[in-house]
């Protein structure tokens, strides 16, 4: 079964000819598959077929428990974007609705290796000394949340000392009880709210470095 409509085909094929370097889409799921892990397979399996520089791993969560572990996934359906490298960017949930935008543009981005962030953030990213983990909760309906995946795996791709998780909040309601989420897009750094909501660049960053900041 195909997740994507022929219609939509051509302009998805269009906007991954931007890619200038092959990636690879790593999906967790399981023998049962969860809720949405198989769309979220699905979806990944007609992407890879529009452009030869895409490819597809799939892996179960429990019997590739060391692979799960060597990419810290804890949870499924997860997706994987590799490039050049790991660079720690993940998607938790299926990427659709809104969110299909983000892993277009995320797959371009890990092709190229550049950020595409400003110069006084890629400067700023350099003033973390410990590692931050990003997650930001979305749901497929939300306009805004792509904007605030998008830096989060910006800044996941500039830098080592970041990893950012897009999660679906909808699909993961014990993680969204956890981190009091109600309403998306929220963005939770090294488990501490980072605020909500889309915000430019440089004060999406300001709050990641004060939440950094403040590790229990």
């Known amino acids: 079964m195909s997740m994507l409509q022929d219609r939509d085909k051509p302009r998805v094929r269009e906007r991954l000819a931007a890619m200038t370097g092959p990636v690879t889409l ?11 892990c198989r769309e979220t397979r699905e979806l990944l399996e007609d992407l890879v077929q529009l452009n030869d520089q895409l490819s597809l791993t799939v ?36 990427p659709a609705g809104y969110e299909f935008a983000s892993l277009l543009e995320d797959i371009v981005m890990v092709s190229t290796g550049d950020s595409g962030l400003s110069d006084e953030t890629r400067a700023r990213l350099k003033e973390l000394a410990d590692p931050v983990h990003l997650q930001v909760f979305v749901t497929p309906t939300c306009p805004y949340c ?70 229990a």
């Not at 790593?26 to 949405?36: A, D, L, S, W």
């Not at 590799?82 to 960017?89: A, N, T």
């Not at 000392?161 to 090294?190: C, H, I, W």
Request: charged share 25%; aromatic share 10%; with cysteine.
């Open 26 to 36: 790593i999906n967790f799921t399981q023998e049962t598959e969860c809720q949405f």
């Open 146 to 215: 792509p904007g605030a995946v998008r830096l989060a795996h910006q800044f996941a791709l500039e830098t080592d000392r970041v990893t950012a998780d897009m999660v679906e909040a909808t699909e993961f309601p014990e993680l969204s009880v956890r981190y009091q989420v109600s309403g998306v897009p929220k963005t939770v750094a090294n488990d501490q709210s980072a605020g909500e909501g889309m915000m430019p660049e440089e004060e999406f960053l300001d709050r990641i470095l004060l939440a950094a900041g403040r590790k």
């Open 59 to 94: 892996y179960d969560l429990v019997a590739d428990a060391d692979q799960a572990k060597t990419y810290g996934v804890d949870k499924i359906p997860a997706t994987v974007l590799v490039g050049e490298k790991d660079y720690g960017i993940r998607y938790y949930g299926v």
